[in-house]
């Protein structure tokens, strides 16, 4: 991804609430040619304000509505102090269309996330040298794409319950089983896995793990019967095999949603983005 990738001014488009700690905003910001909605949670009081992106995880773009999958997150960060943007990625909600392509490698929701931060980083409100990023899920991989592909890009970055960072995985446990015409999509276009190993290599994020920069929060739940945890164990010993400075808290008992453990998950998060964006 060696495009610039420069974002743009976040235009408001509705105020959706007003609490006793922030405003809630639907906005648009650009991701260059795209325009991709989101919404953008301001706290009350002077900034600038620490900055973080969140980068939500797989949820059927024709049922997507604007800011969902992360509403917890959301209200948690902007009350902790944080201004947060809730990117919808293209193809989602009010922003403009996602080619098949970009949607089933992820890559048009990796620049979506990278734009996003950008963006974020041009608000007033927003103190562009403490700036992070949080993915769930398949956010996740948005995130772990976004911290290879642009190091230095943030500050931090956490991710609750991701996928693997290995791409093949991911096409073998949805893509093939849900959306077998999509996988088909891809083989005739660069060949199968076997055809040509190189491509599907460079898909996966763990591929480039020695580039990232940022220090990583990886919460993960036994449990978790959708991203296995082994998948996270595997990332954690090759992000430190590369010299990144990860964690791996492991929730035992704890399934993908994050219910029972989510209040001593989100109270970890605050404090490691404290920490790294003091």
Not at 117 to 145: F, I
Not at 224 to 242: E, K, M, N, V
């Amino acid at each position: 991804m060696r495009e610039r990738l420069t974002g743009g001014p976040i235009a408001r488009v509705r105020r959706q609430a007003v609490t006793d700690a922030y405003t809630r905003w639907e906005v648009t910001y650009p991701s260059g040619e795209v325009t991709v909605s989101g919404v953008l949670l301001v706290p009350n009081g002077r900034g600038p304000f620490p900055g973080i992106v969140l980068n939500h995880g797989y949820i059927e773009p024709s049922v997507y509505v604007t800011g969902q999958g992360l509403a917890r997150e959301q209200d948690r960060l902007a009350r902790a102090g944080f201004v947060v943007l809730h990117t919808d990625y293209r193809g989602h909600a009010a922003s403009d269309p996602a080619t098949p392509l970009s949607r089933e490698t992820r890559l048009g929701y990796t620049r979506d996330a990278i734009n996003a931060v950008q963006s974020l980083k041009r608000s007033p409100v927003v103190d562009r040298t403490r700036v992070a990023m949080l993915g769930r899920s398949m956010g996740g991989a948005v995130t772990y794409n976004a911290l290879v592909a642009k190091p230095g890009l943030v500050q931090a970055a956490v991710v609750y319950a991701p996928v693997s960072s290995r791409f093949l995985d991911n096409l073998e446990r949805w893509t093939i089983p849900e959306r077998p015409e999509a996988a088909q999509a891809l083989y005739d276009r660069f060949g199968t896995p076997r055809a040509n190993p190189r491509f599907y290599r460079e898909l996966s994020a763990r591929t480039y793990f020695d580039r990232i920069t940022e220090p990583l929060l990886i919460h993960h739940g036994t449990s978790d019967d959708s991203c296995p945890i082994a998948w996270s164990r595997t990332t954690q010993d090759l992000l430190r095999q590369d010299g990144v400075r990860s964690r791996l808290v492991v929730y035992e008992g704890e399934e993908h949603a994050f219910v029972p453990r989510w209040e001593d998950s989100i109270r970890t998060t605050v404090a490691f983005l404290r920490r790294q964006l003091a």
